[in-house]
């Protein structure tokens, strides 16, 4: 069945070329049709809002051969697979008669491997032409470079109890039914392209990448990239835009991504956007300032923000929803942004720093210095909490995801190990640490429905202290220590944070930090006995 589908969906598909009713108006047009449905702001740019506020995640399905997996196979997958041939008659009839919009990109910028995107809007509702401007804002112009062809047909009005997401990354097509959510354009892209990636011998990674230029305690001048691993809302995108207060003679940062890069063997990375998809929640001129500072330029487009009919904008006001998007551009972050989107490889930089942020509440170090072992472990636990940017109805509970990448078609440990291989193989070049961007001491006890009360607040790592880790490791000045219980090097100082804040006696007895940790390295080992195919010492380093 599942090729015969292939089959169809790739003829609709290009069918959609010579169609009467696909059209392809101009970046200036779709700009202009698009901003007709905004919101101004006080910035001079526009807001927009969506009927579906977040991914689809649960609704999201794979299709296609033997190295496609379908995903965690719930009822309502197993459902829209049940479906699929009588799915894809009626899309492909409507198809025949929505009024669609087409727009061409091209992701990245490089010689070898920038994907083709091209994305058909159906404008039944005309307000939809935004996703069109949106998706022009994220990826470059189209050229004419090395790179496979991407598809997505987004029908925002498709019945909303039918509402699903259907990959065929086999032959890079997505089917988006049921939302206007932008983050499932630029997701999909990014999602088939990180799958084609592998194919290559690459690794797509769920990933910020900067450089950092930081005088060692020497005085010596240093030139090291950052690859910055994170879940939605744990502050990948905050630490891939900030300057870590590097600000001594010649010192600095450039920002070459924020979201997904395409990792090579030699440790170089190729960027894929132009445009950052930002979470606005809390986004502080004092905090974030190039964040902040590109949002407020005229080409940022704001996504479910609260503006007022005078176009003020209140980025803390979550009454539309918790998940508050902006899409900003690269060169909207001034000096910072002044190189290119890609990362070079190893031995043109004095080393390569992967750090793991996780969001955890107890008592996960604020910091860890990896070995290749435990940083391929942290890269297949990908902890954190989830977000409102996938879940809303379950945003802070904890969640792992392999690579804190929920994108990743096929087997998951395949991934690990290939992490695990790139790393090792670059001993010399590459350090690994794992952030934590919650804080420590919370305690929690569970109702009878299974409900959370938090009987003690935890202590948060606030962002100017994260900043501070980060310059000290690219400046060489942390003094770090053996964990006693983690058995992983953690920081005995930081200049600029008072590390007793984050001292588990302060919060527990040494019985229930004992009883804490425990319990986490317990679900850890359950958690990657599923993976069968892992390297067994990424398995040691995990039940250490």
């Given at each position: 069945?599942?090729?015969?589908?292939?089959?169809?969906?790739?003829?609709?598909?290009?069918?959609l070329q010579e169609r009467s009713n696909v059209s392809r108006p101009s970046p200036e047009q779709i700009r202009s049709q698009a901003e007709?449905?905004?919101?101004?702001?006080?910035?001079?740019?526009?807001?927009?809002?969506?009927?579906?506020?977040?991914?689809?995640?649960?609704?999201?399905?794979?299709?296609?051969?033997?190295?496609?997996?379908?995903?965690?196979?719930?009822?309502?997958?197993?459902?829209?697979?049940e479906n699929l041939p009588d799915t894809l008659r009626l899309v492909h009839e409507y198809m025949r008669k929505a009024p669609l919009v087409?727009?061409?990109?091209?992701?990245?910028?490089?010689?070898?491997?920038?994907?083709?995107?091209?994305?058909?809007?159906?404008?039944?509702?005309?307000?939809?032409?935004?996703?069109?401007?949106?998706?022009?804002?994220?990826?470059?112009?189209?050229?004419?470079?090395?790179?496979?062809?991407?598809?997505?047909?987004?029908?925002?009005?498709?019945?909303?109890?039918?509402?699903?997401?259907?990959?065929?990354?086999?032959?890079?097509?997505?089917?988006?039914?049921?939302?206007?959510?932008?983050?499932?354009?630029?997701?999909?892209?990014?999602?088939?392209?990180?799958?084609?990636?592998?194919?290559?011998?690459?690794?797509?990674?769920?990933?910020?990448?900067?450089?950092?230029?930081?005088?060692?305690?020497?005085?010596?001048?240093?030139?090291?990239?950052?690859?910055?691993?994170?879940?939605?809302?744990?502050?990948?995108?905050?630490?891939?835009?900030?300057?870590?207060?590097?600000?001594?003679?010649?010192?600095?940062?450039?920002?070459?991504?924020?979201?997904?890069?395409?990792?090579?063997?030699?440790?170089?990375?190729?960027?894929?956007?132009?445009?950052?998809?930002?979470?606005?929640?809390?986004?502080?001129?004092?905090?974030?300032?190039?964040?902040?500072?590109?949002?407020?330029?005229?080409?940022?487009?704001?996504?479910?923000?609260?503006?007022?009919?005078?176009?003020?904008?209140?980025?803390?006001?979550?009454?539309?929803?918790?998940?508050?998007?902006?899409?900003?551009?690269?060169?909207?972050?001034?000096?910072?942004?002044?190189?290119?989107?890609?990362?070079?490889?190893?031995?043109?930089?004095?080393?390569?720093?992967?750090?793991?942020?996780?969001?955890?509440?107890?008592?996960?170090?604020?910091?860890?210095?990896?070995?290749?072992?435990?940083?391929?472990?942290?890269?297949?636990?990908?902890?954190?909490?989830?977000?409102?940017?996938?879940?809303?109805?379950r945003a802070g509970e904890s969640v792992r995801e392999v690579g804190t990448n929920p994108f990743i078609i096929g087997d998951e440990a395949?991934?690990?190990?290939?992490?695990?291989?790139?790393?090792?193989?670059?001993?010399?070049?590459?350090?690994?640490?794992?952030?934590?961007?919650?804080?420590?001491?919370?305690?929690?006890?569970?109702?009878?429905?299974?409900?959370?009360?938090?009987?003690?607040?935890?202590?948060?790592?606030?962002?100017?202290?994260?900043?501070?880790?980060?310059?000290?490791?690219?400046?060489?000045?942390?003094?770090?220590?053996?964990?006693?219980?983690?058995?992983?090097?953690?920081?005995?100082?930081?200049?600029?944070?008072?590390?007793?804040?984050?001292?588990?006696?302060?919060?527990?007895?040494?019985?229930?930090?004992?009883?804490?940790?425990?319990?986490?390295?317990?679900?850890?080992?359950?958690?990657?006995?599923?993976?069968?195919?892992?390297?067994?010492?990424?398995?040691?380093?995990?039940?250490?």
């Amino acid at each position: 069945m599942e090729e015969r589908c292939l089959q169809q969906v790739a003829k609709a598909v290009d069918d959609l070329q010579e169609r009467s009713n696909v059209s392809r108006p101009s970046p200036e047009q779709i700009r202009s049709q698009a901003e007709s449905f905004g919101t101004p702001t006080k910035f001079g740019n526009y807001n927009f809002t969506s009927t579906i506020k977040n991914r689809s995640a649960a609704l999201t399905v794979y299709i296609g051969g033997p190295n496609v997996a379908h995903g965690k196979l719930t009822q309502r997958r197993r459902d829209i697979l049940e479906n699929l041939p009588d799915t894809l008659r009626l899309v492909h009839e409507y198809m025949r008669k929505a009024p669609l919009v087409r727009v061409d990109a091209t992701m990245g910028q490089n010689s070898s491997f920038t994907p083709h995107c091209t994305l058909y809007v159906s404008t039944y509702r005309k307000e939809n032409v935004r996703l069109s401007h949106m998706v022009g804002q994220t990826l470059f112009p189209k050229v004419d470079t090395p790179g496979p062809q991407f598809n997505i047909v987004f029908i925002p009005e498709w019945q909303e109890k039918d509402r699903q997401i259907l990959v065929f990354p086999e032959i890079g097509v997505t089917y988006v039914l049921g939302s206007d959510y932008y983050g499932e354009a630029k997701k999909g892209f990014l999602r088939m392209a990180m799958w084609h990636a592998k194919q290559q011998g690459m690794l797509g990674l769920h990933a910020g990448a900067k450089i950092l230029r930081a005088r060692d305690r020497d005085g010596k001048l240093r030139h090291l990239g950052m690859v910055i691993f994170g879940l939605t809302a744990t502050g990948k995108t905050t630490h891939a835009c900030h300057n870590h207060g590097l600000s001594l003679d010649g010192e600095g940062v450039d920002i070459v991504q924020d979201d997904v890069v395409f990792w090579c063997r030699d440790g170089s990375a190729l960027g894929t956007e132009k445009g950052f998809y930002i979470k606005t929640e809390g986004l502080d001129p004092n905090i974030q300032p190039l964040l902040h500072d590109a949002a407020t330029k005229k080409d940022a487009i704001f996504e479910n923000v609260m503006v007022d009919y005078l176009g003020n904008v209140f980025f803390d006001d979550e009454t539309l929803t918790g998940n508050g998007r902006g899409v900003i551009q690269r060169s909207d972050l001034g000096e910072a942004a002044r190189g290119g989107v890609n990362l070079p490889s190893v031995d043109e930089l004095d080393g390569l720093i992967m750090a793991f942020i996780v969001r955890r509440n107890t008592v996960v170090p604020i910091a860890s210095k990896l070995t290749p072992e435990q940083a391929a472990a942290a890269f297949m636990l990908g902890e954190s909490i989830e977000s409102s940017g996938s879940d809303p109805r379950r945003a802070g509970e904890s969640v792992r995801e392999v690579g804190t990448n929920p994108f990743i078609i096929g087997d998951e440990a395949q991934e690990g190990n290939i992490f695990y291989e790139f790393v090792k193989s670059h001993p010399e070049k590459i350090q690994c640490y794992m952030l934590n961007t919650g804080g420590v001491g919370e305690i929690v006890q569970r109702n009878l429905d299974g409900s959370k009360i938090v009987k003690q607040k935890v202590t948060r790592v606030q962002i100017p202290e994260m900043a501070s880790i980060i310059r000290g490791v690219a400046r060489d000045t942390i003094e770090w220590e053996e964990h006693p219980q983690w058995e992983v090097q953690v920081p005995k100082s930081v200049d600029g944070v008072d590390m007793s804040r984050f001292d588990l006696s302060r919060y527990y007895s040494a019985e229930q930090a004992e009883g804490l940790i425990a319990d986490l390295r317990l679900e850890r080992t359950e958690y990657i006995e599923r993976f069968q195919a892992l390297d067994p010492r990424i398995r040691r380093a995990i039940e250490l």
